[in-house]
DNA sequence: CGTATAGACTTTTTT
DNA sequence: AGTCTATACG
């Protein structure tokens, strides 16, 4: 036990050390906060408080929940599986499916991700004959998950207003639609299991007295469905154990609540309030900044960080003209970077939003300088995935709507858009999934669709004895996505990502596979045969001690599962050897030991949707406390006066945030000039389009021009290849390189083929052969 | 049924 | 500017 707690300073190990009550943690960035987290858990399992399967402990990542149970394996000799660790929806779904039917959910209940359940309303209000100008899908989405996080059903909404009374009934109807599919989303998953613990007594004193430790990290970010779904479940003697750092809310847009740590400490009466503020991270001149920026929020906990690092370098400020400029400079910085030794991946680029990587990547090009940008789309959001998946979830449940429609006619198989429409008046009429209906619609079209059916039904059969990998692989082949992707231009990618399913599929077998029964799929249910809307609510639940995170699923169904709660990683990595890209919301939890933070201008960060109100204002500036926490040794700061934005240069002066830094730690690197401060008045030119093109023009020219010898050596150092280079290619012929990525193994080309226009090659697999001339 | 073109949109995003 | 989406056309 010694060993446990020597490692911490006074106040974590107070923390650590904590009664049986609940508890708040002020964990300021780079305190230590997952330390505290995992050493509390082993430090109660260590001195007998509570046995392993006690534990719940809450993240909002499954990269956060996989680091709490690497680093708990490593405190203790247990296998952690046996402990309710995850995220708030993994936990859910747990529960959800080992509870399935007092839940009222279909045993093979499907989860929806936001895309799966955008495209259900649109097939929602398009059923109903609805204009969605009048009533836009997304519109209808943030109103129905809003809702959800608010604990609040169609029944106990205000229907007021028409138009809200409108959505309302759209509410409604979603919610029939998706109980009729067995389809669930994000938020229901919340919700439903909210509901279901608060509805069945025995159920929720069964696990309040089981958790008696309830953990939570990041704490800041829960939502109100959350929150209220913790106290439920920590009941009156729950110890909660909260850690968090209202500094670090950047999620308020998307319904996090920082006003829950307030309400935490009120309503669980919390005696135990332990600030962590010594900082491992960063020097001391960061710290400062960090300190004195937040210093300008009003509405704070309160806490400041320290050091014994010492004061370490200033922190570098630089203006620039452009955003080129800006580009520009940055290369240079980082090539001196990389010549005082620095690594690569320990080099981070932080922007505020998406759209100014591009600058940064046409830069990082062509100096030749390798590169990962993080965001975008992921692995299981490619469209062959969802396709691939969704013939996996007709698998297991024929009802899901939304999968029969996604693959009905993909590959091409005759059925088109007059076809469902008559399938989807059958299915509305009889009151059944659209797989139920096929044999409703007549002739050649209900033949074609009957024999759909069947086909996926031939494919149920075929796989019933077959291993998870087995019928993943037979899928993508059966269903003739991979024949299909064979025959299409671009199609390449696209069969490598699915044969990468395949191998997800054997990675989690091998993670889950004690858990799991064998072979992939138990007994099918007939289409349409139980609807779950008619399943009796009231059974007493069956309750295990030993529920496991896929307890009660089949292989299949649980990596159906995964793949709707796991979109795949898309954060950042250290050890790639490359300059990292990405947003602030994007890097926080990360540190690195130089750190740029790009595009300080009024307007973009603090955003300009951001600036005229005092609460968003707030959050801006908590995620600019976010970026500069960041950094470990080294941080810049950096603005352009003017840059390309929408298509249009627009003229900014710099972020108020750089005045609101001490000056003693800062050092300008240019002339401090055009702040926010002096001038923000002053300063608001126009420019004529005659400026624009001829800047727009410059600036695609430049990717072009050969690279001067220097440049190119660098480049060919990188990829072996350079910009504008001319090569050949066994398949397309010849062809002009037109842009590089990525290093290594990673490497890809853009090459102009004068015959098949535009591909990106994989360097490692294509074999481009340099032509000289 | 697939392709072409016009039109909308552009802060941040996990599950 | 650039990218994705909806719709019209062959």
Redesign the pocket.
């Known amino acids: 036990m010694a060993d446990l707690l020597s490692y911490l300073n006074p106040e974590q190990r107070a923390a650590v050390t904590l009664p049986d009550e609940p508890a708040l943690i002020l964990a300021g960035a780079g305190s230590g906060k997952t330390r505290v987290l995992t050493t509390r858990i082993a430090w109660l399992i260590q001195t007998g408080r509570i046995n392993p399967a006690q534990v719940l402990a809450v ?7 996989r680091e709490m149970i690497a680093r708990l394996s490593a405190l203790l000799p247990l296998n952690p599986r046996g402990m309710w660790i ?5 936990l859910c ?1 747990r529960l959800l499916r080992v509870h399935c039917r007092a839940a009222g959910l279909p045993a093979t209940f499907q ?1 929806l ?3 799966d359940q955008l495209s259900a309303l ?1 097939r929602l209000l398009k059923g109903l004959n609805l204009d ?2 009048k009533y ?2 997304k519109q209808l989405q943030n109103f129905i998950n809003h809702a959800k996080e608010e604990g609040l059903r169609p029944s106990k909404m205000d229907v007021d207003n028409p138009f809200n009374r409108k959505f309302v009934e759209l509410y409604e109807a979603y919610e029939i639609q998706c109980q009729r599919e067995g389809a669930v989303d ?2 229901e ?2 919700l439903r299991s909210y509901e279901l613990l608060a509805r069945e007594v025995s159920l929720r004193e069964h696990y309040q007295a089981r958790f008696q430790h309830i953990l939570v990290d990041e704490f800041q ?1 829960t939502n109100r469905l959350q929150y209220q779904w913790l106290k439920l479940l920590a009941g009156s003697k729950g110890a909660v154990f909260a850690v968090g750092d209202d500094d670090q809310s ?6 996090a609540n920082v006003g829950n740590m307030l309400d935490f400490q009120r309503e669980f009466e919390v005696r135990n309030l332990i600030k962590l503020e010594q900082n491992y991270r960063s020097h001391g001149h960061i710290l400062d900044a960090a300190n004195g920026l937040i210093a300008n929020n009003a509405q704070r906990l309160g806490k400041n960080l320290y050091t014994e690092a010492g004061a370490g370098e200033p922190v570098r400020v630089y203006r620039a003209e452009t955003d080129t400029r800006e580009a520009n400079w940055l290369g240079e910085e980082i090539h001196a970077l990389i010549e005082q030794g620095g690594a690569l991946d320990q080099i981070a680029l932080l ?6 990587s ?1 600058v940064f990547e046409h830069m990082l090009v062509s100096q030749g300088i390798p590169y990962r940008v ?5 692995f299981f ?1 490619r469209q062959e995935i969802k396709h691939a998946l969704a013939y996996l979830r007709l698998l297991d449940n024929l009802d899901d709507d939304t999968s029969f429609l996604r693959v009905v ?11 469902l429409e008559q399938l989807n008046d059958m299915a509305r009429l009889h009151q059944c999934s659209l797989a139920a209906a096929v044999t409703y619609v007549g002739g050649k079209t209900g033949a074609n669709l009957i024999a759909f059916v069947q086909f996926i039904e031939q494919m149920r059969h075929a796989t019933q004895a077959m291993s998870l990998p087995e019928v993943v692989e037979y899928i993508t082949q059966t269903s003739g996505l991979i024949p299909h992707y064979e025959t ?1 231009r671009e199609g390449q990618d696209r069969i490598e990502n699915l044969r990468e399913l395949v191998n997800a599929a054997v990675a989690f077998v091998a993670e889950n596979g004690d858990e799991l029964n064998t072979p992939a799929r138990s007994i099918p249910l007939a289409p349409g045969a139980t609807p779950a809307a008619q399943l009796p609510v009231n059974e007493s639940a069956q309750i295990s001690l030993t529920a496991e995170a896929t307890d009660g699923m089949t292989p299949l169904s649980a990596f159906l599962s995964h793949a ?8 950042a990595q250290t050890g790639q050897n490359a300059v990292q890209l ?5 890097a926080k939890g990360l540190e690195f030991n130089a750190v740029f933070i790009t595009g300080l201008e009024e307007g ?1 960060f ?5 600036t005229n109100d005092a609460n ?1 204002l707030e ?2 500036r908590r ?1 600019m406390y976010v970026a500069i926490t960041r950094a470990k040794k080294r941080l810049y700061l950096s603005f352009a006066e003017s840059r ?5 240069t627009r003229y900014n002066v710099g972020s108020r945030f750089i005045d609101e830094l001490p000056t003693e730690g800062l050092k300008w690197l240019t002339s401090k000039r055009d702040s926010f401060a002096q001038n923000s008045m002053t300063r608001s030119r126009d420019e004529n389009s005659w400026g ?2 001829w800047f ?2 410059k ?2 020219q430049e990717v072009r021009v050969a690279p001067s010898a220097l440049e190119a050596r660098q480049r060919t150092a990188a990829t072996g290849f350079w910009i504008g280079q001319a090569v050949f290619h066994t398949k397309f012929g010849e062809g002009t390189v037109a842009a590089l990525e990525g290093n290594g193994a990673e490497a890809r080309a853009q090459v102009n083929f004068s015959r098949h226009g535009a591909k990106w090659l994989a360097l490692a697999v294509a074999k481009l052969q340099p032509i000289d001339d």
């Not at 006619?409 to 858009?417: E, K, L, M, V």
């Open positions: 993240t909002f990542t499954n990269k956060a929940a995850g995220t708030f929806h993994g779904n989860i991700d936001i895309a649109k969605s100008e836009p899908p994000f938020a998953l919340l970010d950047i999620y308020g847009f998307r319904g922007y505020r939003s998406n759209a100014q591009r993080y965001g975008g789309l992921r959001e006619n993909f590959p091409t198989r005759g059925i088109g858009a007059r076809a299409e709707s709660l796991e979109a795949g990683d898309n954060q990405m947003t602030v919301h994007a973009l603090p955003h300009q949707n951001s968003s959050e801006e995620l390309m934005l929408h298509g249009q624009r093109n727009a023009k600036s695609t």
